[in-house]
C-alpha cells in the first residue's frame, strides 16, 4: 500500500519538488500551492481535514504558519537549505563572472557558511550572514541585504521566494533554496521514519518483571511464582505468553500495543503496584521493543537492570532505535498509607513535547530521546562534534550536520573553540540543551521555535 504524502511548495517552487519526487515509488502526492503566506494556513487545513496522510513536508516558512493546525501524530519532515545548496549557489555566482566585494547570505547558519567558503577558499571576511529565525519578515530580510551591501559590488544568496522576488531588479540575487537532491533526501528520511514507526507499533514487544532484592521479606522463589500467577492473572496481559525464568525474571511476550495497554502509553505500570499490595513485594519492571522476539527480550532485561537501580517498584521502556522512557511509576492509589513508599511521579523522556520538539527539528524522537541521555551523561560538560558523532555512533560529517541542525533551534550552545591538534583548523565547542527545552526549563527554546 502506498504512503499519502502532503506536500506543501511555493508556486514557483512547484517545478523542482516535481523533479524531486519524481523517482520515487510507493508515495501518493497531496500538493498544496501557494503564491502568498496567507494562503497556506487555510489550504493546508483543507488538506488535512480532506485526507488522511501518512505525513507532510513542508518548507520552514509554511510550517510556522500552519503548524497550530496540524496533529502531533502526523509525521512532519521541514526542508531547509543544506550546505550543498549553498555550495552551489556560490559555485553559480562564479560560473557568472561575479566576483564581489562582499556577498549577503539569508536562512543558512554560520556555521555552514564557514564551512563552504573555506571549502571553496572564499574569504569569509566578506560574507555575512543572517540565519534563519521564526519571527523575520521579508522587509527586515532584504533591509539586512541592503545594509550587508552599502549599494557596492556584491551579490545576494536568499532562501527566501519572496525575498527573491523583492530584491530582483535591484540587486544581483541568486536563489538558495533546497535543490531536487536536498528535497529528496528530506522526503526519504520521512518515509524511513513513517515506515519505522509503523515497524514499531507491530512489532513484538517484552517485559521482565523481577522482584527487587531489597522488597523481598520471603523466599525469592515463591514471590517469582506468585508474581507469576499475579501477571497471568492481569487482564491487559490475557494474549500474552509469560514465563517464569528463574533468576533473570518473569519474561512476558506480546505484541507492542498489549505492553501500551498495560502502561497506560507508558506513563504508569500499576501491576507494580497490585505486586506491593497483594504479594508485598517490590517489583522491578523492564520493557523491550525490537524487531523481533530475541532482541526485544534483551532490550527489557537491560531496562529491568535500570529499573532495579532505581531502589524502588518502577519500569524503563526500552526500543532498539536508542529510545529510553523512564522511570515510570507504578501510579497505583496507595500512598499515604503508614510504611508505603509514594508513587514515583513519571518521568518520560517521550512524549507530546518529545515528539513536537523533534517534528520541529527534523529529528526522530529516538535520536532526540538519544541526545537527551547523552546531556545527561555529560553533566554540563561541553563536547565536540567529533565527540558526539562517536556517542551517537555516526560519522564525523553526520555529527558536524547534526550540531548545525541542533544549534539551529537553540538546542546546543555554542562555547567557543578548542585545538585538539597542534595543526588543523580549531572545533567548535557545544553544550547540550536538550531536556531545558522538554521540560521548558532554563534557557533552552521554547517548543514554538523552528
Known sequence: MSLSIGLVVHASRRGVFEEAVEPLSGISLKWVTYGHEREIRP????????HALDGLLVGAVPYRAC??????????AVT??????????????????????????DTFDHEVVSEVTEALHLDRTRVTCLPYADDQTVDEICAFHRRSLHGGDGYVITARTAVLRQLRGAMRVLNGSPTPSSIRSELHELLLRIRSERAGVAGFAAGVFCVSRHGCPGDPERSRMDLLHLLRATPELTDAWIENRGRRGVVVLGRRTLFERLSRDWHVVPVLDRARESLGVGVAAGFGVGPSARTSVVLAERAAVRAESENRPCGYLMEDGGLVIGPIGPGGDSAGRPGDQPPVPPRRDQGDRMRELARAVGLSPATLSRLAAIEHDMAGRTVTPSELADAMAITDPSGRRLVRKLHAHGLVISEGCAQPRRKGRPTGLYRLAIVAALTGSGDGPALDTM
Open 43 to 50: 489550504r493546508v487545513q483543507s488538506l488535512v481535514h480532506g
Open 67 to 76: 503548524r497550530d493546525v496540524l496533529s502531533h501524530a502526523l509525521p512532519i
Open 80 to 105: 531547509r537549505s543544506s550546505a550543498l545548496d549553498l555550495a552551489l549557489a556560490l559555485a553559480q555566482a562564479q560560473a557568472r563572472g561575479w566576483q564581489a566585494a562582499a556577498v549577503s547570505i
